[in-house]
């Protein structure tokens, strides 16, 4: 049985049933299948004690955690039911407990404390026992176990030297000691030291070494030190070196050499240079190389053995760094590799080096290509739900029939290309407005045509167009991944009983990324950066046609007739993405920047006529904490925009167009609300019913925050029941209010007060993953809506005594 508290429904007020749901997530624990009459592990707990800040003794306390015996390493997983639980944490088949385990796990810590540089750590356990029952002590026995960890002062780096008998591997040591990891003051990590022995490496490889390897070099620590990290150390002995440390015990130290063992292989100190390369671009898998008909080219002294004509081999030679006669670098190596792996043509390549019968200071290499499928075509129909009608909010169910015809090898130069014409309806309910009596309708049918057709062509180098720009041509040789990117689309929505839209969109760009190795605190970890830059960025959008009703709403609110304009956008954009994976936490940063009309504006025909002239940037952080089939996720958005050119001769653009500005609400963004029907601020502007039947909230400046906690309920025939928990704190404003009426008092942004008209939702879902696509159902409660303030609320807990007053939100995927 169980002890966990139970909380009935009817007693309690809706506003703290997301508190109860997280009180029981946390706080509930119930062990199940475990031997009856046997004491079994119900938990165990790290405490570390010590002067160790914050983070860092958590981080301690996760990573010792991992260190305990199997035995002692409780499962939990947060599953629904049987009520009255709720949402419990369940313990499947704990393990019974052992006292050998204890020493075991001791020893374990003790390792991972003397690797990072604790020598006088000090480790105790304490142990519960607690029968569950009073009529049979027998039945469930469960045992706390609580480790206390003190784990002294931490050793650091004093001193790093490189004492190497060969001369050559000496200089080059000393002439990188500057980029050496390890740094005088920094803790002690057995980590770093391996990762100073391959950087080591790496640079010998780098000056033609091909053969050398780790096991070439060994680190030496200072006498006492070394023998204290040493945890088979006899205790006698180790008091002995204590008390030669007695004082330094305050701030211990430790000096450490880098030195070469002696030379067991000669080839390990041999320097080679690059013999003949051959290259074999068009072969399939399971062919002989010498079994095929075969012509053989040479270009820059590469030997290309081909059986058909589907390359230029020129460019294929330009994206080969490694040529007869050169010094052997790994760097080389590897930037050839990574080069060829990400040109589309081919499945996959293989790249060896054998010793050259002309000299035992050569190596041949041998580079072999094997095709991928040059062309596909693609035929997909999909249907979507889709909640972001740029009129109204009412939620449509869209179908689309999308064709693709994509080439991996386009001028004979493994350009990527893709081609899509898509065409699809959106089915909902129309509004419609008597132009008479101006009532409303909603009937059901075909509310939105669509069609696309977009071409993107990558081509994998960097091609200048762009005089005096050059920037980029660096980067390849620094070991970026580089495009070029090209792109033309066009769109059609037709907007039934409102108005028809087209737009034609091109851009030229660079996309370049790169992903290396850090390391930090006795861990390394991969950090990607990519950018994407568009000098030049195209988009013309045009209403062709509107009907009479939509105009009338657009003669009745002046303030949307900016908003919602067609216009001519030149500029450019620029993007930046990082990914930052460490342990069980991944944190991604997104900046974005945009820019139309800045130079071509001073023409005073375009700025008064189509084109936009506005500046828009973005940032976005996330922050996941990933505990297995628990995750929590934390996100950062904010955006804003400034519209700055001419309307007309005498009146500026006020606000962003209506395809650029932000907006809050839907499945995706604040989901206590509906799409749109949030802000702005705390303004009463939209409490007009005409307004609100055709709601256009969107606003230069958005602010959005989010936490999230997500967790496995079970699984059935094969699809993962999921669940979460949720809060969405967020609004959108105007720089300058929507209009002079009292209404719009609240629309504009002010320092002072932004962070007081700031809404907030919380809620929980269900959803339901695929694996390949998840499907999301989020039930949100306005816990403030700053727009529902008056005299007698302060919109604080708004309807939150209605258990129905919640928003239903249907969403695909994670909304972050």
């Not at 030190?225 to 180790?238: M, R, V």
């Not at 760094?321 to 996959?348: C, D, I, V």
């Not at 089915?427 to 049918?445: E, K, L, M, R, Y």
């Not at 105009?551 to 919602?564: C, E, I, M, T």
């Amino acid at each position: 049985m169980s002890y966990c508290r139970q909380v009935t429904s009817s007693l309690v007020r809706p506003a703290i049933v997301p508190a109860i749901l997280i009180f029981a997530l946390f706080s509930c624990r119930v062990p199940v299948d475990f031997q009856k009459g046997k004491p079994f592990v119900y938990k165990t707990t790290i405490q570390v004690e010590g002067d160790i800040k914050g983070d860092e003794k958590q981080e301690l306390e996760s990573r010792l955690q991992n260190q305990l015996d199997d035995s002692l390493q409780t499962k939990t997983v947060t599953a629904f039911f049987p009520w009255p639980h709720l949402v419990y944490k369940k313990l499947a088949n704990p393990p019974v407990f052992d006292t050998a385990n204890l020493g075991r796990s001791i020893v374990f810590m003790n390792g991972l404390l003397n690797s990072t540089g604790f020598y006088s750590s000090k480790i105790t356990d304490t142990v519960i026992y607690k029968s569950m029952s009073k009529e049979d002590s027998l039945r469930e026995q469960r045992v706390t176990i609580h480790f206390i960890v003190k784990p002294g002062k931490q050793m650091v780096f004093d001193s790093v030297g490189f004492s190497l008998t060969t001369p050559e591997f000496q200089k080059i040591a000393l002439e990188s000691r500057n980029q050496s990891l390890i740094k005088v003051g920094q803790p002690y990590s057995k980590q770093v030291l391996t990762n100073e022995v391959n950087r080591l490496v790496d640079s010998f490889r780098n000056n033609g070494y091909f053969r050398f390897t780790k096991e070439d070099l060994y680190v030496e620590h200072d006498t006492v030190f070394s023998a204290l990290i040493d945890p088979s150390l006899d205790p006698i002995e180790q008091a002995e070196l204590l008390e030669k440390l007695k004082q330094k015990k305050e701030n211990p130290t430790v000096t450490i050499v880098v030195r070469q063992r002696p030379v067991r292989d000669s080839t390990h100190l041999t320097k080679y240079y690059i013999g003949q390369v051959r290259v074999y671009p068009d072969l399939t898998v399971g062919v002989d190389t010498l079994a095929f008909h075969s012509d053989t080219t040479m270009i820059n002294q590469i030997q290309f053995i081909s059986q058909t004509n589907k390359f230029k081999l020129p460019f294929l030679a330009n994206n080969i760094y490694m040529h007869p006669g050169g010094l052997y670098k790994q760097q080389s190596y590897f930037r050839t590799s990574n080069k060829l792996s990400q040109l589309p043509a081919w499945e996959y390549n293989n790249i060896e080096f054998q010793r050259s019968p002309y000299s035992d200071s050569l190596l041949d290499m041998t580079i072999r290509m094997y095709l991928a499928k040059k062309q596909k075509i693609s035929i997909s129909f999909e249907t979507s739900y889709n909640t972001n009608d740029i009129v109204t909010t009412t939620n449509v169910l869209g179908t689309s029939l999308i064709l693709g015809l994509q080439n991996r090898n386009t001028f004979r130069q493994s350009i990527l290309s893709n081609t899509s014409l898509s065409g699809g309806v959106e089915i909902g309910s129309n509004a419609v407005v008597n132009p008479v009596t101006n009532d409303v309708t909603h009937p059901i049918g075909v509310q939105t045509i669509l069609a696309t057709l977009s071409h993107t062509v990558a081509i994998p180098r960097i091609i200048h167009i762009i005089p005096f720009v050059n920037f980029p041509e660096n980067l390849e040789k620094k070991g970026f991944n580089t495009q070029t990117l090209i792109n033309v689309n066009a769109n059609y929505t037709r907007r039934i009983a409102f108005f028809t839209m087209v737009s034609v969109n091109g851009s030229f760009g660079y996309q370049w990324s790169k992903t290396t190795m850090h390391s930090k605190k006795d861990q390394n970890f991969p950090v990607t950066k990519s950018y994407l830059w568009k000098p030049i960025n195209i988009e013309n959008t045009t209403l062709p046609h509107t009907t009479d009703s939509f105009n009338k709403y657009l003669a009745a609110n002046p303030a949307f007739q900016l908003s919602f304009r067609p216009g001519l956008v030149i500029g450019q954009s620029f993007a930046y993405n990082i990914i930052r994976p460490r342990g069980n936490k991944i944190n991604y940063l997104l900046m974005d920047f945009e820019q139309s009309g800045a130079l071509l504006g001073f023409i005073k025909p375009l700025d008064k006529g189509p084109l936009l002239r506005y500046i828009r940037g973005e940032i976005e952080f996330r922050h996941n904490i990933d505990y297995g089939k628990n995750q929590l996720v934390f996100r950062a958005y904010a955006g804003a925009g400034y519209a700055y050119g001419l309307a007309s001769d005498t009146t500026y653009e006020n606000t962003l167009p209506f395809f650029k500005a932000f907006y809050a609400g839907g499945p995706n963004s604040m989901r206590a609300w509906q799409v749109r029907n949030l802000g702005l601020g705390s303004s009463k502007y939209y409490s007009n019913p005409t307004i609100d039947n055709y709601d256009l909230r969107f606003g230069d400046v958005k602010l959005e925050f989010n936490l999230e906690y997500r967790f496995l309920l079970g699984t059935l025939f094969g699809i993962k029941f999921k669940s979460a928990i949720f809060t969405d704190i967020g609004n959108i404003w105007n720089w300058k209010p929507i209009d002079s009426s009292a209404a719009a008092i609240g629309s504009d942004f002010h320092l002072n007060s932004f962070y007081k008209e700031f809404a907030y939702g919380a809620g929980t879902g269900l959803r339901l993953d695929f694996n390949y696509f998840l499907i999301r159902l989020d039930y949100s409660y306005k816990i403030h809506d700053p727009q529902a303030f008056t005299d007698q609320t302060s919109g604080w807990f708004y309807k939150l005594h209605d258990l129905g007053s919640g928003q239903l939100q249907l969403g695909i995927n994670y909304p972050f």
